[in-house]
């Protein structure tokens, strides 16, 4: 098993920023393409972000220019840095690890932003 612990959530005001961490228990974390997702009540799981083991990314048109994803494999960490927060931007969001046939969920942390 791979387990995947989110922090770094809460309450900001639009305009703002917050910083996203999802923590891997395994050595072995630098094999796995990292995912971010977020779901907000009422609608679909949405994929937000993307890191694979190379260092590329790809980034949903609604967040491209605001939020980057990085990671550390030293720490088997990966993170999402989100500028410019926007009310819409309200969601749990879920991190994930996968390779190939394999994959694992995060429990999510709510990233609330005000109006």
């Known amino acids: 098993q791979v387990q995947l612990v989110e922090s770094g959530g809460g309450l900001v005001q639009a305009g703002g920023s917050l910083r996203l961490s999802c923590a891997a228990s395994?050595?072995?974390?630098?094999?796995?393409?990292m995912d971010w997702y977020r779901q907000a009540p009422g609608k679909q799981r949405e994929l937000v972000a993307t890191?694979?083991?190379?260092?590329?990314?790809n980034y949903a048109d609604s967040v491209k220019g605001r939020f980057t994803i990085s990671r550390d494999n030293a720490k088997n960490t990966v993170y999402l840095q989100m500028n410019s927060l926007k009310p819409e931007d309200t969601a749990v969001y879920s991190c994930?690890?996968?390779?190939?046939?394999?994959?694992?969920w995060g429990q999510g942390t709510q990233v609330t932003v005000a109006s």
């Open positions: 890191i694979t083991s190379g260092g590329r990314t």
């Open positions: 395994r050595s072995i974390f630098s094999i796995y393409t």
């Open positions: 994930a690890a996968r390779y190939y046939n394999q994959k694992y």
